[in-house]
C-alpha cells in the first residue's frame, strides 16, 4: 500500500481541478497546471470532500511499480495545487570578485569568469528577478523552477577553495585548505 497514495489531496477555494480522462488540470490564482497520469492509476474528484483521490486497482497493488506511479500521480497533484496557489521560489547566490547577473530582456546574462557572458533564456512560466549578487526564482510549477535553478548552478558550480560559483542561498559549501608552502 502506498502511504502517500492513499492521502486524499485537499483543494483550497479558488482552485479548479478538471479531469477529462487521464488528464488532470489546476487552474488556480497563480496559472494554470496540467499533467497526465500513468494509465494505472485512477485519478477522481469528491465532490463532499473537496479533494482529489488517487487510487489503483486492488489486484495490481503487490506490483511495485504500480504503487510507485500511485503516490508519483498523487504528490504531482499536490505539487501543482500548490503552485497554483502559493508558487514555488529558489534562491540563487552568484559568488566571486565581479562576478554578476543581469536581466535583459527574456534572458539572464551571467559574468562568471569566462571570457564571454553566459545567456540564458527564461523558460515560460518562470520569472526571475536580480538584486546585485542574489537571484530570485520564481513560478508555479515546481519543476520548471527547479530545473532552470539547476541549468544556473551548473554553468558555474562553487569550488571548495575560495566558495567561488553559483550556488543555492542556502547551500553550504564545505571548505578546502588548499596547498601549504614552506616549512
Known amino acids: 500500500m502506498s502511504r502517500i497514495g492513499k492521502k486524499p489531496v485537499e483543494v483550497p477555494k479558488g482552485v479548479k481541478v478538471s479531469i477529462s480522462g487521464r488528464s488532470v488540470s489546476v487552474e488556480g490564482p497563480k496559472g494554470t497546471l496540467g499533467f497526465e497520469h500513468h494509465p494505472d492509476v485512477n485519478v477522481a474528484w469528491d465532490e ?5 483521490i488517487v487510487t489503483i486497482d486492488e489486484s495490481r497493488e503487490r506490483d511495485r511499480k504500480v504503487r510507485a506511479q500511485w503516490g508519483t500521480a498523487r504528490a504531482l497533484i499536490a ?12 534562491k540563487m547566490e552568484v559568488v566571486g570578485v565581479g562576478w554578476t547577473a543581469a536581466m535583459s530582456g527574456q534572458n539572464i546574462d551571467l559574468k ?11 523558460p515560460q512560466g518562470v520569472s526571475v528577478s536580480v538584486e546585485k549578487q542574489l537571484v530570485t526564482i520564481t513560478g508555479a510549477d515546481k519543476q520548471a523552477v527547479g530545473a532552470f535553478a539547476a541549468d544556473m548552478r551548473a554553468k558555474r558550480k562553487p569550488e ?7 550556488k543555492y542561498a542556502d547551500e553550504v559549501i564545505k571548505k578546502k585548505q588548499g596547498k601549504q608552502f614552506g616549512a
Not at 79 to 90: A, L, Q, S, W
Not at 112 to 122: F, L
Not at 160 to 165: A, L, Q, T
Open 79 to 90: 505539487n501543482m495545487i500548490r503552485g497554483v496557489t502559493e508558487g514555488y521560489e529558489k
Open 48 to 52: 463532499d470532500e473537496k479533494s482529489v
Open 160 to 166: 571548495p577553495y575560495n566558495g567561488k560559483g553559483i
Open 112 to 122: 562568471v569568469g569566462y571570457a564571454n557572458t553566459i545567456r540564458m533564456p527564461i
